[in-house]
Each structure stands twice: as C-alpha cells, then as structure tokens.
Nanobody, 122 residues
Framework: QVQLVESGGGLVQAGGSLRLSCAAS????????MGWFRQVPGKEREFVAA????????SYADSVKGRFTISRDNAKNTVYLQMNSLKPEDTAVYYC???????????????WGQGTQVTVSS
C-alpha cells in the first residue's frame, strides 16, 4: 500500500515557475521509480518526466526538456518537479506516479496521486 500526495499546483503567468511536490507514504520500500504525467481535458494523459531511485537516471518529454527538472529526496520519500518558463500549453492536471520499475509507460506505475491543477495564463 502506497499513498501519494501532491502539492504545489496553482495559477501562474506565462514565463513563470512552479515547483510540484509528491510525498509518498506507506510501503515505500517497493518504490524504485517515480514520475510525473499530465492530462488536459479531452486528451490522453501524457508522460512528463521520470526518475530512478538513485536519481541518476531521468527522462523528460520533448515538450518540457530544458524547462522542467525532476528530482528526488529519498530521505523524505518525495519527488519534485521544478517547472520553469511555463507556457499556456503546460496547463493541465499533473499526476505523480510511483512504481517498482523505471519506465515511461503509465501502465508501469501502480500508484498514483490525486492530481494537482497547473494553470498558465497567456
């Protein structure tokens, strides 16, 4: 049993920054990888970023490379997504995910947070 709680979403102007946090609790020993996904109403949920347990391996969607940074604090069982140079296209509900293997596939993550809204105004 793993619980994920997200925070940090909100409304920002284009070009601004936000940092999302996702705290894991429960059987966190089973977590190896954590990731972020986002979803816009009417569209499929898409991959944003992922990070391995060590933090040494990260992946980003092409649309966010150079602007977003994923990091992990294992002592706090927390993953972060630093989002800079935000664009209106980044507006979405952002979901934190955790799983036993490093993957970019949604199906590889059995644990999900409730989602946090990020809105970027033009």
């Amino acid at each position: 049993q793993v619980q994920l709680v997200e925070s940090g979403g909100g409304l920002v102007q284009a070009g601004g920054s936000l940092r999302l946090s996702c705290a894991a609790s429960g059987r966190t020993f089973s977590i190896y990888a954590m990731g972020w996904f986002r979803q816009v109403p009417g569209k499929e949920r898409e991959f944003v970023a992922a990070i391995s347990w060590s933090g040494g391996t990260t992946s980003y969607a092409d649309s966010v490379k150079g602007r977003f940074t994923i990091s992990r604090d294992n002592a706090k069982n927390t993953v972060y997504l630093q989002m800079n140079s935000l664009k209106p296209e980044d507006t979405a509900v952002y979901y934190c995910a955790a799983g036993p293997h490093y993957t970019l596939r949604q199906g590889g993550y059995p644990y999900w947070g409730q989602g946090t809204q990020v809105t970027v105004s033009s």
